[in-house]
């Protein structure tokens, strides 16, 4: 990650974060969304320059509710709690399998919804291989929380 690219992240975490009502202070609690369709070695490697450079910017990462989404398919999107440290040093990667290109937008909107509304920031890692099957059930997923919290790094 480049210079231009870190400073680009952190002012779009900075505005994510001062949404009104959204990050009031304490632990910050966010999600790590990883699409699988991306190579074990680039998700490993970007994944870590992300939460690196968000931990040299700013105290707010020091301690942090990290909350994994492993988007592996429709019918299979893992989740788990995991601390910054264990991503960076790779130890969260263990269940790695290849993911499908035919995985949904919707369903993963869905499970972002049920599960991570009160995440304060989403950072969604992906390479674009997804597609949207229902445009007006992805915009109601993403109101009235999501569509201000998610931060999409495509590769």
């Not at 369709?37 to 939460?51: A, F, Q, T």
């Not at 398919?73 to 440290?85: H, L, N, P, R, Y």
Request: glycine content about 4%.
């Amino acid at each position: 990650m480049n210079q231009i690219e870190k400073v680009r992240l952190h002012q779009q975490v900075e505005r994510i974060l001062h949404v009104p009502g959204n990050y009031r202070g304490g632990i910050l609690e966010m999600a790590l969304v990883l699409d699988y369709h991306i190579s074990k070695e680039v998700l490993i490697e970007v994944s870590k320059e992300i939460l690196t450079s968000l931990r040299a910017y700013s105290k707010v990462f020091q301690n942090v509710r990290l909350n994994l989404v492993k988007w592996v398919s429709d019918t299979e999107i893992i989740k788990e709690v995991s601390s910054v440290g264990l991503v960076q040093m790779g130890r969260c990667w263990e269940d790695y399998k290849e993911g499908s290109a035919e995985k949904s937008f919707d369903e993963l909107t869905r499970q972002l919804k049920m599960f991570y509304a009160r995440s304060k920031l989403i950072i969604w890692i992906t390479d674009g291989a997804f597609q949207i099957l229902d445009r007006e059930q992805v915009e109601h997923n993403l109101k009235p929380f999501l569509q201000k919290k998610i931060l999409k790094w495509e590769i």
